[in-house]
């Protein structure tokens, strides 16, 4: 692993420790001592971006105003920050700092319902606010319930893990149009204060460098695996480092740091002397519902940890106990419908409609998961293959997410033998899947498919018939039409001593059929 593939974050710029310092710390961990220094957690968890679970949340009145050479910029540069004049609940606040934010997904221009990051500090260094020195408002353009964000940041929290506090605010944009936004507090030493005792340590993004965090590269990166977990008990707060996995997986975080490597901060604690994970961007929390509990990580501090026998072990531990504890269907329901209610006196009838349609369908979604959850527990463990000649058989494979008007079924084909097959209705994305252990090595996942009529579906990604290995963004390549058998195959890698790993022949279609010859379906060793 090199620092390239880590992908761990810049340094946020106006902290104060310096590129040089920073490394000389960091560096050191190796040597580092035991846990001291705890932070204070005696106070109560109020603010006016958050409040305790018992009370509702204040939904704040914010205005944005841009001068037309503002708006000019923000159209061409949309991530530099220009000036604005913000008011606050009736609070006017010149120059304050303002770019637009979001990613793939959740990025939209100025003229549409951007999301804002608002620096109250970057022009008036001593400047003080209602809100703190730095706060985001999120569109929850992925998010119609609006309430994901707030319900992740108190599950995390309630787990041990620090979250920025959410909330709401009512939003008057650059030319007078008001929408309902996400409110959260910026990663600012305040925030850190609050949730490690002190904010002097240096906070980490996801965005590009790793200056400052070799010595968890490293750690990583041993071969050895003993040695391994004890060079990573050096550098990382591994007790809640495992907290912070077990549950973005718990809660089918498709977009977090676990699975897609994404949405995630690193802080140096220098009361302790470890890093510390923290969760970022939980607007695609319960999304996954048929996440494998024990997935391929791609994460590589995440792989790198459960390669190890102890840290495998304390992830089934902690996934077990979260399970039981966090992912209660009745209290996670009650909670969604608590949080819609602080909304309902700040909304149009419209967006009021379409909160209840999203807050319905985060509830199918939580009941979803934990419904997976529990098919999952209830199955055999994942299969160990035996190789001969470089080449294993897949057996076990199991039916997900079967469409409506359509079927999954093992039939035999004519001059081929048993075949799984896929029938899609009008909006496919269905699969057979196996699970299967795999040490260390590189792999090719080969099959054969045919299919008829195969007709691509007006969104997504991934379109028609192929093979895929969960957890991972490559595929075979994608059959559609009507196309006579032809051999398929993706490649995949696997870190650590045994590694589980779900396996998909999936059809994503919006009409047609898909066939897989089971006696094809292998997995081959590579060089």
Known sequence: MNARTLRC??????????????????GGLLLAGSLTGAPDRSAPATTSLGTPREQPGQIHDLRIELSPEARASLRT??????????????????????RLKGSTGSFRPLDDQPGFTLDFIRFAPDRTSPLGPRIHLNNSVEDPSQLREQLGSELFQAAGIPTPRTGHARVTLPGGRSALYVLQEGGTPEFLRRAFGRGDGALFDTQDATAGLEALTAAAAEPDLSRRWERLSGVLDLDRFITFLALDVLLGHRDGYAVARNNFRIYHDPATDRLQFLPHGLDLLFTAADLPWQPRMGGPVAAAVLATPEGRRRYEARFAALFATVLQTESLTQRVHELLA????RVTHRE?????????????????????????????????????????PIAGWRPVDVPEQGRLEQVVVPDIGASLHLVAGPRTAASWRARIQLPAGHYRFA?????????????GRRQGAALRVAGGTQSSANVLGDTPWQPVAVEFEVHGAIAEVEVLCEFSASHGEAWFDQASLRIEQLP
């Not at 974050?9 to 590129?19: D, E, H, I, N, Q």
């Not at 040089?20 to 960091?26: D, H, W």
């Not at 530099?80 to 120059?95: E, H, I, N, S």
């Not at 602080?342 to 006196?345: A, D, Q």
């Open 447 to 459: 099959g054969r498919v045919r299919t008829a009529h195969a007709t691509a579906r007006p969104y």
């Open 352 to 392: 009021w409609a379409e909160l209840q349609k999203g807050a319905a369908e985060l509830v199918t979604a939580i009941g979803a998961r934990r419904k997976s959850l529990e098919r999952q527990f209830a199955e055999p463990r994942a299969q160990v293959l035996t190789f001969e000649h470089g080449v294993a």
């Open 9 to 26: 974050p810049r340094r946020v710029a106006w902290l104060s420790a310096t590129r040089r310092g920073l490394s000389q710390a960091l």
């Open 77 to 98: 540069s949309p991530r530099r920050y220009v000036r604005a004049t913000l008011q606050v609940d009736g609070q006017t606040f010149p120059d304050v700092g303002v």
């Open 342 to 345: 602080t909304l309902r006196p």
